[in-house]
T-cell receptor
Framework: DADVTQTPRNRITKTGKRIMLECSQT?????MYWYRQDPGLGLRLIYYSFDVKDINKGEISDGYSVSRQAQAKFSLSLESAIPNQTALYFC??????????????FGPGTRLTVT | SQKIEQNSEALNIQEGKTATLTCNYTNYSPAYLQWYRQDPGRGPVFLLL?????KEKRKERLKVTFDTTLKQSLFHITASQPADSATYLC???????????FGTGTRLKVLA
């Protein structure tokens, strides 16, 4: 089974709808991240969380919210979706505290289309 | 403002040759730099990390250099193979924050 899973993998929704993207990990990592990827713009950080009680905004958090329900689960919500939120969304985890490594493990991505 | 630049143009290279990809940055003092591989429609996969006090790092056919004076990292794939065709991303940490800034990536195509 994959270490980092994302659901749904693909989603088409209409402008104004609320949508939630979910991320689960079995790696036991404390740190979790949400990115979006757009052609020509690369990966941009939306939100990140270093533990269940620590949630921080990234560079493009407007229009998004998150919830860290447990160490293993980190959800991203679009309260009222708009077309320019059409993108590929990735969840990632890392564990730099215990092992001294800083690599990020990415999920398979969610392709979101807002019409 | 902080900025990372990777060659946005695709790099085509003949099989067996060495591919060299560049990552330049400004207004950063990263403690380390990472390289990732991304295949179409998939999440990035970690390849190598190099720290600010390291000049070079190797892993199998991969080699990364890090010049903090030039603010540049070079990523080399020796004896390239068609299976190496992918987009390669560099990422820098925002010192001490465990947040990362990614470049836009360079698409590599290895021709058989």
């Amino acid at each position: 089974d994959a270490d980092v899973t994302q659901t749904p993998r693909n989603r088409i929704t209409k402008t104004g709808k609320r949508i939630m993207l979910e991320c689960s990990q079995t790696k036991g990592h404390d740190r979790m991240y949400w990115y979006r990827q757009d052609p020509g713009l690369g990966l941009r950080l939306i939100y990140y969380s270093f533990d269940v009680k620590d949630i921080n905004k990234g560079e493009i958090s407007d229009g998004y919210s998150v919830s860290r329900q447990a160490q293993a689960k980190f959800s991203l919500s679009l309260e009222s979706a708009i077309p320019n939120q059409t993108a590929l969304y990735f969840c990632a985890t890392s564990d730099g505290s215990r092992t001294g490594t800083y690599e990020q493990y990415f999920g398979p991505g969610t392709r979101l289309t807002v019409t | 403002s902080q900025k990372i630049e990777q060659n946005s143009e695709a790099l085509n290279i003949q099989e067996g040759k060495t591919a060299t990809l560049t990552c330049n940055y400004t207004n950063y003092s990263p403690a380390y730099l990472q390289w990732y591989r991304q295949d179409p429609g998939r999440g990035p996969v970690f390849l190598l990390l190099i720290r600010e006090n390291e000049k070079e790092k190797r892993k199998e056919r991969l080699k990364v250099t890090f010049d903090t004076t030039l603010k540049q990292s070079l990523f080399h794939i020796t004896a390239s193979q068609p299976a190496d065709s992918a987009t390669y991303l560099c990422a820098l940490d925002l010192s001490g924050t465990y947040k990362y800034i990614f470049g836009t990536g360079t698409r590599l195509k290895v021709l058989a």
